[in-house]
């Protein structure tokens, strides 16, 4: 079983309008790469040119932040679900 990755609304452009798309990844910075690979541009729109996820970018597995955990190196299990959130400012 695939793991689900959650596509924010202002990437949905990059995926073909896809809300849900599926991944077969260990990490998530494999789910990163896997997502890269099918739907370009999108890795720069989540990591710095460090590779580090974006400030205003926040990942969750499972609804558990990846910077609590172990970050792009979290480990991912089948049915785990990925949302990504982008950060919201206003004032």
């Keep these: 079983m695939a793991k689900k990755v959650r596509i924010p609304t202002p990437l949905r452009k990059l995926t073909n309008n896809e809300e849900v798309v599926e991944v077969d990844a260990a990490t998530i910075a494999d789910a990163i790469l896997e997502l890269q690979t099918r739907f370009p541009g999108i890795r720069e729109r989540l990591v710095d040119e460090s590779g580090a996820v974006r400030r205003f970018v926040n990942v969750y597995v499972n609804e558990e932040d990846i910077r609590f955990l172990q970050n792009q190196q979290t ?14 400012a206003g004032g």
Excluded: C, R
């Design 75 to 88: 480990s991912l299990k089948d049915g785990d679900e990925i949302s990504i959130i982008p950060a919201i």
